[in-house]
Every structure is written in C-alpha cells, then in structure tokens.
Nanobody, 118 residues
Framework: QVQLVESGGGLVQAGGSLRLSCSVSGNIFSNYRMGWYRQAPGKQREMVATVTSGGTTSYADSVEGRFTISRNNAKNTGDLEMNNLQPEDSGIYYC????????????WGQGTQVTVSS
C-alpha cells in the first residue's frame, strides 16, 4: 500500500520561511516523479514544483527563485524549501508521486496547511 505523509506546514509571517517534507511508503518512489501542489480556498489545485527521478526540476512562475524542491531516493523522502513567503502562498500543500509513463499511477498525501500572514 502506497502512502504519502506531509509535514512541516504552519503559520509564518510574510518574508519568512518554511520547509515541507513528504515521506513515501511503498516501493514506488525511486522512479516516480515527485511534486508539490497547493490549493487555496475557492481556487483549483495548482502545481508548485516537481522533480523527476533524475533530478530535473520544474517550478511555477510564482515561486521560481523562492522555493526549492529536492528528493532523497534512498530515504523515500522529498522536501520543499520555501523562502520569502507571501500571503498568496497560503493554502493546503499536497505531496504527489506519479509514475513517469503511467499518469494513472498517481498518489497523494493528505495535505498540510501553510498560512502566511501579512
């Protein structure tokens, strides 16, 4: 059974930093693409950052230069370092693991709340 568990969310003032972590159980992680998505109230879920098994990263324009995604295949974990947080970064952040060639094989965590006060 595959399970993703996020941690590290919380409340921070604008300009502050948070680090989110995702722990993946089940023997799927090493060749899966890992990503972080977020959803603000009343808005659709959006991609924040992704990293392939080979380490290629992609970021939403709104977080480029402020957020850094990383992964540790040996530990089945992934992190999202978030700096210079702004109120518009608030939302529920979800970890995702997706097979690179079978998009239907996609797994989600339960989400962790990030709130940035102005």
């Amino acid at each position: 059974q595959v399970q993703l568990v996020e941690s590290g969310g919380g409340l921070v003032q604008a300009g502050g930093s948070l680090r989110l972590s995702c722990s993946v159980s089940g023997n799927i992680f090493s060749n899966y693409r890992m990503g972080w998505y977020r959803q603000a109230p009343g808005k659709q879920r959006e991609m924040v950052a992704t990293v392939t098994s080979g380490g290629t990263t992609s970021y939403a324009d709104s977080v480029e230069g402020r957020f850094t995604i990383s992964r540790n295949n040996a530990k089945n974990t992934g992190d999202l370092e978030m700096n210079n947080l702004q109120p518009e970064d608030s939302g529920i952040y979800y970890c995702n693991a997706r097979h690179p060639f079978r998009p239907a094989n996609s797994y989600w965590g339960q989400g962790t709340q990030v709130t940035v006060s102005s």
